[in-house]
Each structure stands twice: as structure tokens, then as C-alpha cells.
């Protein structure tokens, strides 16, 4: 499971927590019909857990099928799942609640979501 | 001495609906003049490694300009108090006053994004005058796809939210260093400056009810659109050159957006061949 790794690819990447120390809030990624929120605390992610209550909820939501999330993370993807905003004009990923902190902080969250890409294909 | 690329830059006036608008101009090289179009939000330095290319410059006089209130042209006096907005007409206007009052006799012009789209304009309005277009990521007509007042509000910096926007639009091949230096450009842009641009290229410059009049023999078209591009995709583009008919068609794979600044090396396995027919017409 990708997520399971993502936590410690995030939190070992000093540029990108550095990036992001003006992030502290939890957001919902969707693989298929399953939810998991992430939560991030000054760049950090201290928990990523699956969400089991309607009333746990992220800040935003962004969620795609599980085939487009490991197309994302190869190291070199097809065209339009190379990017979540690639991803946008193909409808191959929702977003979904407050996009304030996601657009204030995208390409944070951009490469915290492209982390598990490993450069091995 | 130090060694000297072999730009160089200056400045000059022009005046574009009567307003004066002092601009910055980097060229190199002699020859067929070749005018550069950066894309919408950011400015010519895209183009400095065609202006240092010995195999283009010896050939071709290149000349890259940034448009008023990008790079370091200015805005008119008063911008302040005026909403930066791109039409169609104004962007005619102040490359055809550039143009002009650069001398220019029988050039080449060569857009990239919004100014790929303008160079379809003038392949049809100004065709006598241009030698031919070359309309890199410059399809006829695009969609939009994401809400445009988020590049321009007081909760947003308009510089990072901009280069994460189109951060997007750069092949993941594409190497690191040419990747940041293209999206350097986006974080300097000026505010709402990419949001003006892009009420051109995905609102008022539609052209596909037109492109089907331009006459190819009398201004010959190439188009070029990168695998990797979401916006100008190569299948807009190749619904593009099915209604200009004898226009010119190259996919260029494993490049994105920004062909001239993202990935310099490859692109000139695309742009060598569409300078040399040129040079040999």
C-alpha cells in the first residue's frame, strides 16, 4: 500500500516540509471509493488514517481512481496523470470543500502527493 | 572581459492605443528577422537559448521582445488604475507596432501558448507581411478548466500559485534545471498579469471560426505541440491543422508547454526542420 510509505517519504524530504511549514490542516485522498485523511502539521504528516465516519473530514478532497493514482506515481507517467493539475481538464480527479489552503499551498501538495514516485518504473 | 553570451538587450518606446509603452528587446544574430512570442504570464527570456543557438543565428536574425507589463517592459502610465486584460485587438495591435517600428521586412514570427494562437491571426490578417508562422502550443480554440480569479486575489501569492498552475504543463522528462528556470519566470510575473493574458488565449482569441480562411501558400503554417501539454493538446492541435489546410503538423514527444525554455536540447530536433524548410522556400 503506497500510503503506508507515504508518511516517512514525506517527513524525510527536508526541502518539501521546509516548503510547507505553513501547513497545518487535514485533507481527504480518495483512492476509488475508499477515503484517507491526511494530516499534515507544519509540513509534517502525523497521521494518515482511513476514514470510517462521514464526520471525519478533511479541508478539501481530492480523490481519482486507484488506476490513475499508480499511473501518477510511475516515475515517468503517461500524459494528463503526470499532474494533478493535468489530471483537472480529463476529469480524472475530483476536488471537492475549501480549495483555499490546496491552491495557497499547491505545489506543495502537488509533490507531498507525488512523493511515492520512486524513479523506478 | 567576461564571455559574453551574444544577446543584446535594449529598450525603446512604442505607442499601442495611444499610450506609450516603453519596451525591452533581446536580439541575436542575422539573417531572415525571426520575432518571438513568449507565453501568456511570462516574458521572452524563453527564448534565450534560441537567441545563443549559433545553428539558428546564423541564419536567422532572432528577436525576442517582452510584451508591455511583462518582464521589463512597462505597463502604460496609469496602469494602476486599470484591470490588465489581453484582447485580441490589443495584442495585434502592439506585436504588428513592435514589428514596425523594428523595420522589419518579410519576418518570421513564432508564438509559443497565447502567442502561438496570435500568430494564427496574423497568418490570416497579415499574411502579405509575414513570411510565415510558427505556432508552438497554439491551437485555434481551448476550453478552460480551472476558475481564473485564483491567480489574482489578496489570500493567493500570485507568483507561486501561477508557476504551480502551469507547473503542470512540463513534461516530466523535461530536465530540473530548464523546468524551475521556466516556472522562475511565472513566480515573477506581475499581478494578475497571467489572468489578463489568459482572457486572450482562452477567451477572446478564439479563432476556429477562422482558421479555415487562411491561405497556407500565401503564409505558410507550422504547428508544433508538445505530448505532455494539457491545455493545447496535441489533439487540439491536430483539429487545428485539419481546418487550416496545408498547415504543417509536429507532435513533439516527451516535451510539454514550453518547448523553447523546458527542454532546449529536444527541441530543436522539432524546430531545425521547420527553420531549414523555411530558409529553403
Avoid at chain 2, 501561477?162 to 507547473?167: D, N, Y
Amino acid at each position: 500500500m503506497v500510503l503506508n510509505k507515504l508518511k516517512d517519504q514525506v517527513n524525510g524530504n527536508k526541502a518539501l516540509t521546509e516548503r510547507g511549514k505553513w501547513v497545518s490542516l487535514s485533507f481527504t485522498f480518495g483512492i476509488d471509493n475508499d477515503d484517507y485523511l491526511i494530516s499534515i502539521k507544519n509540513g509534517k504528516i502525523t497521521q494518515i488514517q482511513k476514514r470510517n465516519l462521514a464526520t471525519e473530514s478533511g479541508i478539501f478532497a481530492i480523490r481519482a481512481a486507484k488506476s490513475t493514482w499508480i499511473e501518477h506515481w510511475r516515475c515517468i507517467p503517461k500524459r494528463d496523470f503526470h499532474d494533478i493539475w493535468s489530471m483537472l481538464p480529463k476529469q480524472l480527479i475530483t476536488l471537492d470543500g475549501n480549495l483555499l489552503p490546496l491552491i495557497q499551498n499547491l505545489q506543495f501538495f502537488k509533490d507531498l502527493i507525488a512523493s511515492p514516485r520512486d524513479g523506478k518504473d | 572581459m567576461p564571455n559574453f553570451e551574444p544577446i543584446v538587450g535594449r529598450y525603446f518606446t512604442i505607442y499601442v492605443e495611444g499610450q506609450p509603452c516603453r519596451i525591452y528587446v533581446e536580439e541575436a544574430g542575422d539573417g531572415i528577422p525571426l520575432v518571438c512570442l513568449h507565453t501568456a504570464g511570462s516574458d521572452a527570456r524563453q527564448y534565450r537559448h534560441l537567441l545563443c543557438d549559433e545553428t539558428i543565428t546564423k541564419n536567422f536574425r532572432v528577436i525576442a521582445f517582452d510584451m508591455p507589463w511583462h518582464g521589463k517592459s512597462n505597463p502604460p502610465p496609469g496602469f494602476r488604475d486599470n484591470e490588465y486584460r489581453l484582447t485580441t485587438e490589443l495584442y495585434k495591435e502592439t506585436v504588428m507596432t513592435f514589428c514596425r517600428a523594428y523595420d522589419l521586412v518579410n519576418p518570421v514570427i513564432m508564438g509559443c501558448s497565447m502567442g502561438g494562437r496570435l500568430t494564427l491571426h496574423l497568418a490570416l490578417e497579415q499574411a502579405e507581411y509575414f513570411r510565415s508562422v510558427i505556432a508552438l502550443e497554439g491551437a485555434d480554440k481551448l476550453e478552460p478548466y480551472y476558475d481564473l480569479s485564483w491567480l489574482h486575489r489578496p489570500d493567493v501569492h500570485g507568483g507561486e500559485v501561477c508557476a504551480a498552475f502551469v507547473s503542470a504543463q512540463i513534461a516530466p522528462q523535461s530536465p530540473d534545471e530548464y523546468r524551475w528556470e521556466t516556472l522562475w519566470h511565472y513566480m515573477q510575473g506581475g499581478p494578475g498579469i497571467f489572468k489578463g493574458d489568459l482572457y486572450f488565449y482562452w477567451h477572446d482569441g478564439d479563432f476556429d471560426d477562422r482558421s479555415p480562411r487562411i491561405n497556407t501558400k500565401n503564409c505558410p503554417v507550422y504547428l508544433l505541440s508538445g505530448e505532455y501539454d494539457s491545455s493545447c493538446t496535441p489533439e487540439r492541435t491536430i483539429d487545428t491543422a485539419e481546418r487550416i489546410t496545408g498547415a504543417r503538423t509536429t507532435i513533439m514527444e516527451g516535451m510539454g508547454h514550453f518547448p523553447m525554455s523546458e527542454n532546449p536540447e529536444l527541441f530543436k530536433k522539432f524546430i531545425y526542420p521547420v527553420l531549414e524548410e523555411i530558409l529553403g522556400a
